[in-house]
């Protein structure tokens, strides 16, 4: 298994070493163009293409993202990358799931000798002729609650001791660049969210405030004694408000 430290040994020096001028710009480009992706989806997708180019050893690339206590593959470079992670899902046991489970780079460069996953392992061979695979943990840090933690970026190899060690350099750069895209178009996504709920609370209130000629704290005290005698999340009754004009019975 690699280890961080090993792959700091090479940092950003080997990473430019390893792209020539012309892959720089490509690679800067490509960057960029992830960051300005308008939704996750264009943003994995574009940073999925990016691996197969740049990342020597890699074949195939995937994204795993967690979802509550789920996890899926919404982007892959093809059909292989797919399949080797549902394979995962299903038997519970692989780099990708290890990887988000112990928050940590996995790799295995030849499957042959690999002891750590006696059921994928076989299936991905025979059934994918996958050979080696590389998992990154997509992160950031929090200083509040500690890492955040969004998924995988899963790198397949169908030959062993594909990767060397200027490639865990490209893909560690890439996977932080993942989750920092990640992070901020979340974040972007929330605080949308969190204005628009804003305003239907407001609109709800002022509803309230009509009808029963009431003040605004006297119309959210409403509201949130509904909620409550409902068990009913207070945005899902002030959208009803809005929809309908009608107000709920205390």
Known sequence: MVTSSGIRAFGTASLMSRIDA???????????????????????????????????????????????????????????????????????????????????IVLSQDLSREERWPRWVPRARTELCIQGMMSLWLYTNDHSYGARSYGAFNLYADRSEAFEPQDHAIAKALSAQISVSLAALRE???????????????????????????????????????????????????????????????
């Open 22 to 104: 012309g892959g720089v710009e490509d690679f800067a480009n490509s960057v960029r163009q992830l960051h300005a992706a308008p939704d996750e989806c264009g943003q994995l997708q574009l940073a999925v293409d990016l691996a197969v180019r740049l990342i020597g050893g890699c074949d195939h690339a995937g994204v795993s993202i967690v979802e509550g206590r789920s996890i899926r593959t919404p982007v892959g470079s093809d059909d292989v990358v797919r399949r080797g992670d549902a394979l995962q899902y299903d038997l519970n046991e692989g780099p990708c799931l290890d990887s988000v489970r112990w928050h940590q």
């Open 188 to 250: 972007i996504r929330q605080r949308s969210l969190a204005m628009t709920n804003r305003t239907v609370i407001g609109q709800a209130e002022g509803i309230l405030m009509e009808r029963l000629d009431i003040d605004a704290d006297q119309a959210f005290a409403y509201l949130r004694r509904i909620s409550q005698t409902e068990n009913r999340k207070l945005i899902n009754i002030c959208n009803e408000i809005v929809e309908t004009r009608q107000l709920p019975a205390l």
